[in-house]
């Protein structure tokens, strides 16, 4: 039982380079949501899928697209990545219906340059 | 919308004795969850203890406590008998019951244990 995994843990891009960070879970959640972490601030919600077949957008979705792969995958895609998209990124995931706690998985280090 | 303030950036305490990280936040909504988050270097989120805004007793984990005062919108966490481990980034972070549960995080505060 890996829990919420995360590939890579670490990318380098230059700008305008399109890349996608992938997020799995094996604990059978129905919820599934991704992070975004800056120097000096919290974790902002930046897209977020219910359950399967459904994604919404977050706080800060802009120049970000998600695909509910299926149950267990979620994955995040910058088209076209600008240097504001440096940042560290997080999958959480959550069982669902009335149950509120998140688990995340260990985080996405992305440069873009 | 809801928002979270922690307003000490940084803070350090001796090993052993005790220490208050604060935070407030503010909504409107009367069914909500609030949270204290650990973020060690190795940059893992873990969660550190949840109060129910409908429950009046405040949540205890062993040395870790909150301080929750719901009509001042004020959540405090009070770790007791500091360790060297405990040495982390801490995030406050709100969530309204129903609205799928989505996370609104405090800045954080970065607390350092000295031995």
């Known amino acids: 039982n890996a829990g919420v995994t995360q590939t890579p843990k670490f990318q380098v891009l230059k700008t305008g380079q399109s890349m996608t960070l992938q997020c799995a879970q094996d604990?059978?959640?129905?919820?599934m949501y991704w992070y975004r972490q800056d120097p000096g601030m919290g974790l902002r919600l930046i897209y977020y899928?219910?359950?399967?077949?459904?994604?919404d957008k977050g706080e800060v979705p802009n120049g970000y697209n998600v695909s509910r792969l299926n149950k267990r995958e979620f994955s995040l895609r910058l088209e076209s990545a600008a240097p504001s998209q440096t940042s560290v990124y997080f999958c959480?995931?959550?069982?669902?219906?009335?149950?509120?706690?998140?688990?995340f998985g260990p985080g996405t280090r992305l440069t873009v340059t | 919308a809801q928002t979270v303030t922690q307003s000490q950036p940084e803070m350090s305490v001796q090993e052993a004795e005790t220490v208050t990280l604060s935070c407030t936040y503010d909504?409107?909504?009367?069914?909500?969850?609030l949270f204290w988050y650990k973020q060690p270097p190795s940059r893992q989120m873990i969660l550190v203890i949840r109060?129910?805004?409908?429950?009046?007793q405040n949540a205890t984990e062993n040395r870790f406590s909150v301080n929750f005062q719901k009509a001042a919108k004020s959540f405090s966490l009070k770790i007791s008998d500091s360790q060297l481990g405990d040495t982390a980034m801490y995030f406050c972070?709100?969530?309204?019951?129903?609205?799928?549960?989505?996370?609104?995080f405090g800045k954080g505060t970065l607390l350092t244990v000295n031995p």
């Open positions: 899928s219910a359950s399967e077949g459904t994604t």
């Open positions: 909504t409107s909504e009367n069914n909500y969850y």
């Open positions: 109060q129910e805004a409908y429950k009046q």
């Open positions: 604990m059978n959640h129905n919820s």
């Open positions: 959480a995931s959550r069982v669902g219906a009335a149950t509120y706690e998140q688990y």
């Open positions: 972070a709100f969530m309204v019951g129903g609205s799928n549960y989505k996370l609104t």
